[in-house]
């Protein structure tokens, strides 16, 4: 159910770019023209249609959206008033694409900074080319998206076994048929019409054998990066939450995974490596929050944590900050332990989830402070090391979901 | 090791006749069928004909590369795994290396690439066509 505001009354289009919203007035033009100069120069012979895909917003997104000037038309989407969350947005855009009856459709944040037209042709192009679903690549300062690094790609590529390296990208391309899979999933949680809707597309995607494949953008994504100390936010909650949901609901698929495969990759011969800009973080406060979180949420993490991984947690809590250090079999082992324990828990699942935060601070802690001598490159290649950590983590998986 | 009755078949392309007569020789004493190509010319051709189930591509050869190889390699077979084999390990750093299974530098030791054959193997036996 969606406000629609379509003053060109477009019916059907073969290429769709959604770009979801919440008060970005500001920001929002600046995808949307580039947009229009990808579908026209690189797609012109297909029919297409940007479509903002709002929250309702009350600074003028609808106005900067519809008064950019653009060659292919545009339609405004909305979830009505009260309603928010960018998986809402994107159900919307589901719906809509499958109205339009869309061959492709391309998801841009309407925050970017540095989307070119090229990134319309390489996220639509391998969907035109038979993949089902196109997850973006991107260099990215080694700080950016701890999220990312340190739980979404490792738990993703060991537990279903696909490498994607930005699962929650938040720039993607998918077929028409994959939205009307999308459209038709039961699963769909409160966190899922939030920030859990990126895991979950990539997620679903790979639960269904949907044709995955990896494009390279080009540029560095250059939006609003945080500090990981200072803005965690609601959307570790419900990233984490809606993985946890997810390995609940696809058990039979990734029980059976062992190792993991990589995918295809398309969009290169752009030229010289652009590098991302630095992001900064805080240390000492992640390693404050690290210490007050488990001193507070002490009980519950004991119950939670397997006997083992609180005796090594326990060593980990006398390390100073200049010795400090999280290793990564302990971490693989803390989230599957936390991912066992909001499995086999019905009623204080946000409760296990406010648990896992502080040592997600101490991983990311210690990420920092393993990773500040590295190039870009070198983290790649620690973030690699740390994925073997959690495939090698897999039999325990098993042993304690099971059990 | 392969199951006797159902050995795997392994495809080396490398440009060096030395690596893909040792590599022939150390992989099948652990059971598993070779066929070896010089070069990448009609690679996808002989990867359609001989249906290999794992590739070990070396990367700098004469007259290809390696890299744009494993581009044409997963166009056309998008789950067939890939190991590239490389002298150098400069050619991780290349985003396109993303698109194989694993990164083996050589060594005169095959221990690691018999590891990462094994892996490979093991790796592509899960993905079948869901039933969802």
């Known amino acids: 159910m969606f406000i629609e505001k379509n003053p060109h009354n477009i019916k059907a289009a073969e290429l769709v770019v959604g770009i979801p919203s919440y008060n970005e007035a500001e920001r929002i033009s600046y995808p949307t023209a580039k947009a229009s100069e990808g579908l026209i120069e690189y797609f012109g ?7 903002n895909c709002d929250n309702n917003s009350r600074d003028g997104t609808r106005e900067a959206f519809m008064s950019t000037t653009t060659e292919v038309p545009k339609i405004y989407i909305s979830t009505p008033p009260g309603i928010k969350g960018k998986g809402s947005n994107l159900r919307n855009l589901f719906k809509k694409s499958c109205d339009l009856g869309a ?6 944040d309407a925050d970017l900074k540095s989307i070119t037209p090229r990134w319309i042709k390489n996220l639509a192009g391998p969907v035109l080319e038979g993949f089902g679903f196109v997850a973006p690549l991107y260099v990215r300062h080694k700080y950016d998206g701890t999220i990312t690094n340190n739980i979404a790609y490792p738990l993703t590529r060991s537990v279903y076994g696909r490498r994607v390296r930005q699962p929650i990208g938040g720039d993607f391309a998918f077929s028409g048929r994959v939205a009307d899979i999308y459209l038709k999933q039961p699963d769909w949680s ?12 990539t997620t679903t995607a790979i639960c269904h054998d949907i044709p995955i494949c990896q494009s390279y953008m080009g540029r560095p994504k250059i939006h609003k990066p945080k500090d990981p100390g200072e803005s965690l936010g609601p959307m570790f909650l419900q990233v984490v939450g809606t993985m946890f949901d997810m390995m609940i609901e696809h058990v039979a698929f990734w029980k059976e995974v062992k190792w993991s495969k990589p995918t295809a990759i398309f969009g290169f011969g752009l030229g010289e490596m652009e590098q991302p800009p630095p992001v900064n973080v805080n240390v000492e406060r992640l390693y404050e929050k690290f210490q007050e979180g488990i001193a507070r949420h ?8 397997s006997g083992n991984h609180h005796r090594k947690l326990t060593e980990v809590k006398t390390l100073t900050l200049r010795d400090f250090e999280f290793p990564a079999n302990l971490w693989a082992g803390v989230l599957i332990d936390f991912g066992v324990a909001y499995k086999n828990s019905l009623k204080k699942k946000e409760k296990i989830m406010e648990g896992l935060i502080p040592l997600y601070y101490g991983r990311t802690c210690s990420f920092v402070i393993e990773s500040e001598p590295m190039t870009i490159q070198q983290a790649e290649d620690f973030i690699e090391d740390q994925c073997s950590v959690f495939e090698h983590a897999k039999p325990y998986l098993l042993k304690r979901w099971f059990e | 090791m392969a199951t006797e009755g159902f050995m795997k078949k392994i495809l080396i392309v490398d440009d060096e006749e030395v690596i893909r007569l040792l590599y022939a020789e150390e992989l099948e004493d652990e059971g598993y069928s070779v066929i070896t190509a010089d070069s990448g010319y009609g690679l996808i051709e002989l990867i359609a004909r001989e249906k290999p189930h794992l590739v070990v591509l070396d990367i700098k050869m004469a007259e290809h590369h390696g890299l744009d190889l494993l581009q044409d390699i997963r166009k056309e077979f998008y789950n067939i795994p890939v190991i590239l ?3 150098y390990s400069s050619f991780k750093g290349d985003l396109k290396s993303v698109a194989a ?9 095959l221990t690691e690439l018999k590891q990462k054959i094994k892996m490979a193997l093991e790796g592509s036996i899960w993905h079948k066509p869901s039933t969802e």
Do not use: P
């Open chain 1, 103 to 108: 061959e492709a459709i391309v998801v841009v």
């Open chain 1, 298 to 305: 002490e009980a519950l993490i004991k119950d939670i944590l």
């Open chain 2, 101 to 109: 299974d694993y990164y083996v530098v050589k060594s005169a030791d």
């Open chain 1, 190 to 201: 409160q966190a899922v019409a939030e920030y859990g809707i990126d895991i979950w597309m």
């Open chain 2, 85 to 87: 084999c490389s002298a």
């Open chain 1, 45 to 51: 012979d297909k029919t297409s249609v940007i479509i």
